[in-house]
């Protein structure tokens, strides 16, 4: 099992240019979830899809925000236009299915830097 | 607010001595906790977890941690600590759906 993979692992961009992580979930699991790392705000959840659809995206920052599922092995995390203040660490996870039982299982993540 | 406390911000301890981690929670009803470990560059992965059961839930490289209901605690523990074991740890709860609430993390040192 490879695990949750993510893409880019490292992303370096200037200020307003568009910036695209990726992410593919374990094989089979329904549920998938795209999360921030910040020193001043610690782990947040951005967006929760369930079956390719998105359920929860009350944790999106704002517009320049937005994420993607088109199919059950992929999802996308765009930021456009980027801002020095969406430096952070990207985390996507996914779980076998929705629901507090089932484990979250995290990827290696996509430390992002916009100067 | 809803939240999930973690009391220190940072452990600085030798290698052998004993480890505890304070997490505690204020979602009311049923919850399930989790304990997330973070080594230096590397991604989140899950130490052990709650749903029900014994309270006392043992989970990997020698960790084990404690639900208190009665206190909304849920404190990580280790009896003796190696260099290895440097790194952030994570309480998390979900408090009846899906989405993990993580306290603020607790950077642990261990000097060998």
């Known amino acids: 099992d490879a695990g949750v993979i993510q893409s880019p692992r490292h992303e370096v961009t200037e200020m307003g240019q568009e910036v695209t992580l990726r992410c593919k979930p374990i094989s089979g699991h329904n549920s998938l979830f795209w999360y921030r790392q910040t020193m001043m705000r610690g782990l947040e959840l951005l967006i929760y899809f369930n079956n390719n659809v998105p359920i929860d995206d009350s944790g999106m920052p704002e517009d320049r925000f937005s994420a993607k599922m088109p199919n059950a092995s992929f999802s996308t995390l765009k930021i456009q236009p980027s801002e020095p203040r969406d430096s952070a660490v990207y985390f996507c996870?996914?779980?076998?299915?929705?629901?507090?039982?089932?484990?979250?299982?995290f990827g290696p993540g996509t430390r992002l830097t916009v100067t | 607010a809803q939240s999930v406390s973690q009391h220190n911000h940072h452990v600085i301890l030798s290698e052998a001595a004993s480890l505890e981690l304070g997490c505690n929670y204020s979602?009311?009803?049923?919850?399930?906790l989790f304990w997330y470990v973070q080594y230096p560059g590397q991604h989140l992965q899950l130490l052990l977890k709650y749903f029900s059961g014994d309270p006392l839930v043992k989970g990997i490289k020698g960790f084990e941690a404690e639900f208190i209901k009665s206190k909304f605690s849920f404190n990580l523990r280790k009896p003796s600590v190696q260099w290895s074991d440097t790194a952030e740890y994570f309480c998390a709860v979900i408090p009846g759906d899906y989405k993990l609430s993580f306290g603020a993390g607790t950077t642990v040192t261990v000097r060998a």
């Open positions: 979602y009311g009803g049923t919850v399930n």
């Open positions: 996870a996914s779980s076998l299915e929705a629901g507090a039982s089932y484990e979250q299982y």
